[in-house]
């Protein structure tokens, strides 16, 4: 079952509020989330794991700041509205992550650009006459996740007009640095 976007930017903003902060890091440590940072995940971005009344992220410590902070976004999005799939032997790996054919994963995408990307800053740009491009530099965030961002905007009533729609891959794409 999909979640609409209205729950899902909600939730987001809810988390955001209540840890006073957009990074995703942050945000983790705040709801008690485990993170571990794993030398040797060579591709591998992230996973979500719940087990045992634990929630655990691992993240490839390989990758940039601004990365590290998107995949754990992601990650969040997965505890917070997947969690029940993540029970048990069930892990949530990069492997299936960022593959947007599946509602889970563009879920977790979406939750992941509210979670980083603030409106009234993105207001602010819009109204400047930044394009994607500026708004995704001056915002700190990946383009993909801007578009994920604009068009969810779109689908709870806003009308931009978005250059494409991203790769549904699109973080497969991206390999840590290694």
């Not at 902060?21 to 983790?28: G, K, N, S, V």
């Not at 509205?81 to 994963?105: Q, W």
Request: proline letters at 3%; hydrophobic letters at 40%; glycine letters at 4%.
């Amino acid at each position: 079952m999909t979640i609409c976007p209205e729950e899902i930017y909600q939730k987001a903003n809810k988390i955001v509020h209540k840890c006073g902060t957009r990074d995703a890091l942050q945000i983790a440590q705040e709801l008690g989330i485990y993170l571990h940072f794993v030398p040797d995940f060579k591709n591998l971005l992230g996973m979500y794991t719940y087990q045992q009344r634990e929630r655990h992220i691992l993240l490839n410590a390989n990758m940039d700041d601004i990365l590290t902070r998107m995949v754990c976004a992601h990650e969040l999005g997965h505890d917070t509205l997947h969690r029940d799939k993540a029970k048990g032997k069930n892990v949530l790996s990069e492997f299936i992550l960022f593959d947007m054919r599946t509602a889970m994963e563009y879920e977790a995408n979406a939750f992941a650009a509210h979670i980083m990307i603030d409106d009234e800053e993105l207001a602010f740009y819009l109204h400047q006459g930044h394009d994607v491009a500026q708004l995704s530099a001056a915002m700190n965030t990946n383009i993909n996740l801007m578009l994920i961002k604009l068009n969810e905007m779109n689908r709870m009533g806003r009308d931009f007009n978005l250059p494409y729609v991203p790769r549904a891959d699109f973080f497969k794409n991206i390999k840590p640095e290694n």
